[in-house]
C-alpha cells in the first residue's frame, strides 16, 4: 500500500516532529490535536526541526540559504493543522500520539474508525499499551498496528511495529515499508510488555534509577558521568525528562508488573509527577527546561 496523505494525532512532545519527518519525505500530513495552541505549538515544532536541519545543510555547504529556506518551506507547507477530523477521509495512514492513556486512546481510535476511509491503517505511538486493546475499539482491528518513534523523532532512526493478535502480515508490512519511506528503520516484534527496545532500556536505567535512590547521588552528576564515559548519547535522567516523565513512569510500573523486580520504580520520578513536573512538557522535571 503506498501512502499518499498521513495524518497525526496529538501535537505535543512527539507530534509535531513526527509530522515534519514525513512531511520531509514529500508526503502530506494533518496534524490535528484538540486546542488550537496546541497545534500551534506542534507546528512551531515542526519548523524549528526543519530550520536546524537545513541550516546544518547549509553550513556543510549543501544547500545555499535560498535553497535551504525553500526547503523549510516546502515541507511545513505539506503540514495542515487542524482541531476537526476534516479531512482524514482520505488519509491512508494515521500515527496516534495522545497520552499514554487507555481511555484517551480508545477515544481517539473509536472516531478515527469513523472518519477514515476502510482501508486505512490506524497506529498507535504508544511506548508501552496493548495494541489488541487499542484495536479493540475499531471495527478493523487487523488494520491497527503500533508504530512507536523514539526521542527525537526527527534524529532517531528507530520505529518499532507492533504487531497485536489481530494486526494482519499485510498490515505489518505495510507499516514497516511507510517507516522505510519516511527513512527510519523499522524494527517489527509482537506484541509484549515494553516491546523491544523500552525493555532493555529500562533495564538498564532501572539499575541507575535503584543506585540513586540508595545513595542519594545527585542526577545530574550520574548524567555527566555517564555521557563523559560516552556509553550513552545523554544519562537516563535527562532522557527520562525529554521522554515525559509521566510517560517514564508509566513504562517503568508496567516492566515492574510485567516482570517482577529485576525492573524498578524511581522514587524521585514518582514525587515529580504527582507534583505536576513532568519535564521539557511542563517546563521542570528532574532539571529546570525554558
Not at 58 to 65: D, G, P, W
Request: charged letters at 25%; proline letters at 4%.
Amino acid at each position: 500500500m503506498f501512502v499518499f496523505k498521513a495524518a497525526v494525532v496529538g501535537a505535543g512532545v512527539m507530534g509535531g516532529e513526527i509530522a515534519q519527518v514525513i512531511a520531509a519525505a514529500d508526503i502530506p500530513v494533518l496534524l490535528k490535536d484538540v486546542e488550537p495552541e496546541f497545534v500551534d505549538k506542534g507546528l512551531e515544532k515542526a519548523r524549528e526541526v526543519s530550520q536546524g536541519q537545513a541550516a546544518k545543510l547549509v553550513k556543510r555547504e549543501k544547500l545555499t540559504q535560498e535553497e535551504a529556506d525553500a526547503q523549510v518551506e516546502h515541507t511545513l507547507g505539506l503540514i495542515s493543522g487542524t482541531t476537526e477530523y476534516d479531512g482524514f477521509g482520505d488519509v491512508d495512514f494515521v500515527i496516534e500520539a495522545v497520552p499514554e492513556k487507555m481511555a484517551i486512546k480508545h477515544q481517539v481510535f473509536a472516531d478515527l474508525d469513523a472518519v477514515t476511509p476502510g482501508h486505512a491503517i490506524l497506529a498507535s505511538n504508544t511506548s508501552g499499551l496493548s495494541i489488541t486493546e487499542i484495536g479493540d475499539v475499531t471495527n478493523r482491528p487487523d488494520r491497527v498496528v503500533g508504530f512507536h518513534f523514539f526521542w527525537p523523532a526527527s534524529y532517531m532512526r528507530l520505529i518499532e511495529v507492533i504487531e497485536g493478535e489481530e494486526t494482519s502480515p499485510a498490515t505489518v508490512q505495510a507499516a514497516a515499508n511507510f517507516a522505510q519511506a519516511i527513512r527510519k528503520m523499522p524494527v517489527r516484534c509482537a506484541e509484549c510488555p515494553g516491546f523491544v527496545v523500552n525493555r532493555i532500556l529500562t533495564s538498564t536505567a532501572s539499575e541507575i534509577w535503584r543506585y540513586q535512590d540508595e545513595t542519594g547521588t545527585d542526577v545530574k552528576d550520574i548524567d555527566k558521568a555517564l555521557t563523559d564515559s560516552k556509553l550513552v548519547p545523554m544519562g537516563p535522567f535527562y532522557l527520562a525528562d525529554m521522554s515525559g516523565l509521566d510517560t517514564a513512569l508509566k513504562v517503568a510500573k508496567d516492566m515492574v508488573d510485567a516482570y517482577g523486580d529485576r525492573f524498578y520504580v524511581h522514587r524521585g520520578m514518582e514525587e515529580l509527577v504527582e507534583q505536576g513536573n513532568l519535564g521539557q512538557k511542563s517546563g521542570k522535571g528532574f532539571y529546570e527546561h525554558s
